[in-house]
């Protein structure tokens, strides 16, 4: 079963090295626009600012990728950003790290270090979240099941997204791809063949852990 790392929420740190101030702010859950969006917002949150580099990995898969030295020596700025991107494993995550210049010019090796550090310390500072590819199962079962699925489903790794009462009880659940068969062979066994199951098409990326 496929899993993912991505940032969850905003995260900002601050570094200052021989006079100059890096800023590094850190987003996740992005997709190519939003991405984009982020970027631009950070700039205009610091207009002034010598530079505003960045990098991005801005899929699931990690094949859709951007990064910019603006105006830094290049690859000095935002190779090495996503450089820590990718070695923590990370997808849909955009990090920029902003650069006052202090008046001390730090070399190409200087600047490396400079903002791959100020990256790696966003990322220490933020929350990661690591998350399973899933299906949505739906499930269709009367009251009685209902109330032995509820004690069942506390015991997995399964979402219950919200249920509809009526005659009978009608939701989806996430599930763990690799579970999923398991899953309706147990709900089968639960409810003695009364309940009804349907595995949607879709798949997703989901933090289920409890």
Avoid: W
């Avoid at 990098?55 to 990064?67: H, K, M, P, Q, S």
């Avoid at 997808?91 to 490396?112: D, S």
Wanted: aromatic share 8%; hydrophobic share 35%; glycine share 10%.
């Amino acid at each position: 079963m496929k899993t993912i790392k991505v940032v969850s929420g905003e995260y900002r740190i601050e570094n200052e090295i021989k006079r100059s101030r890096f800023i590094a702010t850190a987003k996740g859950e992005l997709d190519q626009d939003e991405a984009e969006a982020f970027v631009k917002s950070i700039k205009k949150k610091y207009p002034d600012a010598t530079h505003n580099c960045y990098a991005y990995v801005a899929d699931e898969l990690g094949n859709v990728t951007r990064f910019s030295d603006d105006g830094e020596p290049s690859g000095t700025a935002g190779q090495p950003i996503l450089d820590v991107i990718r070695k923590q494993g990370l997808v849909k995550t955009a990090i920029v790290v902003t650069r006052y210049f202090g008046g001390v010019k730090l070399g190409a090796g200087g600047l490396v270090g400079a903002y791959s550090g100020a990256a790696a310390d966003v990322l220490i500072a933020s929350k990661i979240l690591e998350k399973k590819e899933c299906k949505r199962v739906r499930v269709k079962t009367d009251y009685s099941t209902f109330s032995s699925l509820e004690k069942f489903l506390f015991k997995t790794e399964c979402k219950p997204l919200g249920f509809e009462y009526g005659d009978d009880v009608i939701g989806e659940i996430i599930v763990p791809t690799d579970g999923v068969e398991s899953f309706v062979e147990s709900l089968k066994e639960l409810s003695s063949g009364r309940a009804e199951t349907q595995i949607l098409d879709a798949t997703s990326f989901e933090a289920i852990n409890r």
